[in-house]
């Protein structure tokens, strides 16, 4: 059983990451289980800051590391909150992040967003070639908060082609089609090509 730092602490994201690679024989670990804080996070785009934080975890750890940064992006606000989604609204939680972006497109009619999310897998915290994956899940942002499931801005988020909110999606529906499922993808086929990887020096 191999096993990875997920640097980071979000709890939905390690159980989304562990479903989909459990069957590889990887167990992922939250960089919180090994006390190990937040990265700064003062890139400009979500691939610097997740190479910020798997290096973080990686020298911390000393284990391989994937490092997550993910958040939404809305055509109206020139592709806000960005970076910025998981603090947008500061440090108070994801339905403050959601009000306070649904307060800012109140009115709008041009709604079209989507959610990003880049993975960076690393061997040790001096791997000069982390594997970075990018995925993008299109849609729109909703009126109203819809749904209980999912995490994030997955109740304001309504998929393209979608009748109803990500937040109303299943565990497994979403990870059929999300943009962490799209870069995981990329991943699984990294890890199928390269199965000796994380034995790697």
Known sequence: MSKLVLASSNAG?????????????ITVISQGELNIPDAVEDGL???ENAIKKAR???KLSGLPTLADDSGIAVDALGGR????????????GDAANNQ????????????????HCCLVLMRHAEDPTPVIC??????????????????????VFLPT???????????????????????????HDFLSTNPEWLASD
């Open 81 to 92: 909150p960005g970076i910025y989604s998981a603090r947008y609204a500061g440090s108070f």
């Open 45 to 47: 785009s979500f691939v």
């Open 134 to 155: 990018n995925g993008v899940w299109e849609g729109s942002i909703l009126a109203a908060p819809q749904g209980e499931n999912g995490f994030g801005y997955d109740p």
């Open 100 to 115: 306070k972006l649904l307060t800012e497109m109140d009115g709008v009619v041009h709604r079209q967003a989507r959610f």
């Open 161 to 187: 082609g979608a009748d109803r909110a990500a937040a109303q999606f299943s565990p497994a529906e979403k990870m059929a089609v999300s943009h962490r499922a799209q870069a995981l993808s990329l991943l």
């Open 56 to 58: 973080h975890a990686a």
């Open 13 to 25: 994201k390690l159980a989304e990451l562990n479903r989909q690679l459990e069957h590889r024989g």
